[in-house]
């Protein structure tokens, strides 16, 4: 069904206006970033089918928000209708909910929620498609200073240096990693 014949009150945009971001599905709410949809395909069934659980034998299936958020560009472009435009608004995106959580975790205490430390490393390695080891650098209250991936690997290992740690930490005058 195209968007046009959906009623006002239930189409993306104007439900996010009247009810607010929560009120809205995660089809709806990529809808509202991918604009419009395809030669035979609503911007409501595109997103959905892009948000549909992964199918190895068909690219366009990411199996939910966070698999299309960890998609890398390459990825992306081999969407039928993702062009450089729409793939450049979803990276986008992708970079403005890692700074907002980095500044969300610079402002308030790191070791408070361990859900929240979780979600800004997966935020920052997991679209890597290789070992890393990274350090979360903390002053003496627990606030992050600094996030550094220390070291790379290969897909299932990566070799690390005690030392390089410490002269990090001590480069940022850490007192907790």
């Known amino acids: 069904m195209p968007l046009k014949d959906i009623p006002t009150d239930c189409q993306p945009r104007e439900k996010l206006l009247a009810k607010g971001a929560g009120a809205l599905t995660d089809?709806?709410?990529l809808a509202i970033l991918l604009r419009t949809g395809m030669a035979g395909k609503s911007v409501l069934q595109w997103a959905a089918e892009l948000l549909a659980p992964r199918q190895p034998?068909?690219?366009?299936?990411?199996?939910?928000?966070?698999?299309l958020?960890?998609?890398?560009?390459?990825?992306?472009?081999?969407?039928?209708?993702l062009g450089p435009a729409?793939?450049?608004?979803?990276?986008?995106?992708?970079?403005?909910?890692?700074?907002a959580m980095a500044q969300q975790l610079q402002q308030r205490s790191l070791l408070?929620?361990?859900?929240?430390?979780?979600?800004?490393?997966?935020?920052?390695?997991?679209?890597?498609?290789?070992?890393?080891?990274?350090?979360?650098f903390l002053d003496s209250q627990h606030q992050l200073i600094a996030l550094?991936?220390?070291f790379r690997g290969t897909l299932g290992q990566a070799s690390v240096y005690p030392r390089e740690v410490v002269v990090r930490a001590l480069h940022h005058h850490a007192a907790a990693v």
Do not use: C
């Open 27 to 29: 089809a709806e709410l």
């Open 57 to 67: 034998d068909a690219p366009g299936s990411f199996g939910g928000i966070n698999g």
């Open 69 to 81: 958020l960890q998609a890398s560009s390459a990825e992306l472009a081999q969407v039928k209708g």
């Open 86 to 99: 729409k793939r450049a608004e979803l990276i986008a995106v992708l970079e403005l909910a890692r700074r």
């Open 112 to 136: 408070g929620s361990a859900s929240t430390v979780k979600a800004y490393v997966q935020l920052h390695l997991a679209h890597k498609h290789h070992e890393v080891f990274a350090v979360l």
């Open 148 to 150: 550094e991936e220390l």
